[in-house]
């Protein structure tokens, strides 16, 4: 099992916390960006530098995905692929994607993207709270205590 990172938008404190479960756990962690990343030295993490464009992060990830990797990212079609191709999606909030809710949690974004493409202003998400970081930490533990041995 390995974990995937669409790291442009991933927070700092997101990404410390899995460089941290990187290495006490020994599982291999990638970020994907289309800048360079700085990442602690370590054999379990590296960073892959894409092209700048729409998807190219993206699409790096589902190109090397195997099922049962797990992906952190807060892109709703880009978690569908990877459910689609047997991986898990954890957003940085801590909220899984799932089978069960991802038809739901992409017709909102659809719904949403046309609201702003029709000029209304419909806000955006709420600031990364320290409740956040504990519920994707807590997600983080569990999935890794079930899942980190495979």
Wanted: net charge negative.
């Amino acid at each position: 099992m390995q974990i995937w990172v669409d790291a442009d938008a991933c927070p700092r404190v997101i990404k410390d916390i899995l460089f941290r479960a990187a290495e006490r756990l020994h599982v291999s962690l990638t970020l994907v960006a289309n800048r360079l990343l700085h990442t602690p030295p370590s054999p379990y993490i590296k960073a892959i530098k894409v092209d700048y464009g729409l998807n190219v992060a993206d699409n790096q990830i589902v190109q090397k995905l195997q099922p049962g990797d797990l992906v952190i990212t807060a892109d709703i079609p880009l978690a569908a692929e990877i459910i689609e191709h047997g991986g898990h999606a954890l957003d940085p909030r801590g909220e899984f994607y799932t089978k069960s809710n991802i038809g739901e949690r992409l017709a909102v974004r659809n719904f949403m993207d046309e609201l702003r493409s029709g000029g209304v202003d419909t806000g955006g998400p709420s600031s990364f709270s320290q409740s956040d970081r504990q519920a994707f930490a807590n997600q983080l533990d569990r999935f890794l205590a079930k899942h980190g041995n495979t």
